[in-house]
């Protein structure tokens, strides 16, 4: 029989959302069980989920994942895993978010927020993230809404509450844009960054470089739950520019919104211009740019023709990268080959190591 | 009056070597001083610096860094600041340690290597981190020798003696890429990396394709301070091998040595080879390569002929990458696009910071 680990913490979490976000991150806890609770002392199960369109399921001993995500994925209702005493399944998540704090045990617990982004608003996201902090639960999500419309309120709440409130999944996929600027560079100062943020668009361009539609890339994109279901959101630039705003709030202290980032979309853009570019050795890209001039932080995010050199011009396809200009080592660059669905459910896997690390003074350096 | 920070942890630091780094390290502790104390409740003072060339000083209260920096830098003698009570300077390292110990009121300890490599034995830099740790001090360095030869048996010492054995400037300069793996790949395996890791060789085949002399390069680079003194350290490729077998032994719990690495040096080049491919669109870089085959890790550090399109071609002068393979996340890449003598020193201070974190459940995330 194995020893009990005096270090282990066993966290209980809820999920808002259940899409392919979501379900691949259950996946990919699974698959890391065994890591997460060597290396890192975490355990978990999931005692809640609820979602618009396949019902919600609590059950305090904790649901059995194999069976949620196979319910959903062949279109049935969670509500056939439901058992949570006599209570009936909440129908709002104001009540699941309360009925979650009823079933759990005093251990530490999660919402896991993975909705849809609605970009006019950052709703119902950030009521979901304030209603979870003001339950005492820590919140972490993939939502790029609660960032890009309301992070400093939000932090501040966090804090107060003494929980977390981390977004790790909302820009770069899992690629720790974040934690490598919170954890790996003390002291320095963000003065701006470049980036290629969306993936969809930047598949888009590549396509057009090579002689193919545009229609049809996105196409491929949303088939495979890539693309945002609302083209625009990608092709408008909405994404990057709710990306954008997320990582100007919180590396930047800057009080931006998706609105407020000068935005310029794919549209406007030819199939022949993009691929004269690339035959000249230029490439286009959606790039989003933020700066703080005379203590004012501001973003556009647009089309822009980047020559060969440009770190920036080299991502094809689903790689995504950051340009991060810093007042003491001068620029540093982090790019993701490869972006999807994984990448995603890494990001709240690593904020939920975030937790669990602030919750001890664990040596983790050797 | 400023209220006293409960949380505030003082260090007491003795630097062994103050060269070109050790110095700049020491100005950028100053000059973040603020920064340290406010965010990262950190203060320090150095009492002690132990040269070859210019002697030795130590003083309980803390040596004035301003004098020091200009002693060394006037060519002058350290001892002129020592002040150990009636005990003259120590001659030798392990009696500076010692007498570091017992300077010391209980505060934190921390020793500063920045002694230059010898890449045949890693010595005496062995033996100073080793002595260090024995004496219950952290040890952090810029020296890739420790790593490179003695990793694991450093690594484990240190944690028996509960402290620890920190080293992000070695690699990359002060780009963490040690930190990225540790703190924000959480579950995460390293499976490969290839990556240009020194600077002096990239500088040298920029200027080669520019139609300039390898000479002349590198001349100018030992001028500033950034090549070694050694020009073969660069030239044959030995620095990126101590810097492969260290980030092997680390990321990837590797055995390597420099020895142990494949290694091809710049002079079977010619600038015209250079020149050549420069003018068809492709370039030859110094590209570290390690890879696990059969579960045995082995390296190569070599000239190689690299596509425009590669994430490591269009590193120019003293800009470095290392594209990191993983088992869950695909290829990442961390650029720093500016090399020197601030990030390395960079790197130290990190070092400190995270011995700071490591410290306390201080809720770094809000």
Partial sequence: MPERDPKLVSFDLALIGFGNVGRRFVKLLEQ???ALLHDHHLDYRVIGIATSRHGTAMRRQGLDLYSAVKLVESGGTLDALHDAGAE????DTQSFIERFADLSDDKPRVVVETTTLDVATGEPA??????AINSGAHVITTNKGPAAFAYHALRDEAKAAGVSFLLEGT????IPILNLVRETLPTVGITGFRGVLNSTTNHILTVMEQGGSAAEALAEMQAQGIAEADASLDVEGWDAAAKTAALANVLMDARLTPRAIARTGLSGLTESTVREAFLHGRRFKLVASVARHD???SGTVAPVEL????PLAHLDGQANAVVLMTDLLGEIVITQCEGGLTQTAFGLLTD???IRRGMSK???LN
């Fill in 32 to 34: 890391q069980r065994k």
């Fill in 88 to 91: 009936p399944s909440p129908t």
């Fill in 126 to 131: 950030i009521r979901h993230v304030r209603t």
């Fill in 171 to 174: 820009v770069l996929d899992g």
């Fill in 295 to 297: 203590g004012t932080v």
């Fill in 307 to 310: 020559n060969a050199d440009d």
């Fill in 352 to 354: 939920l190591v975030t």
């Fill in 362 to 364: 664990l040596n983790q």
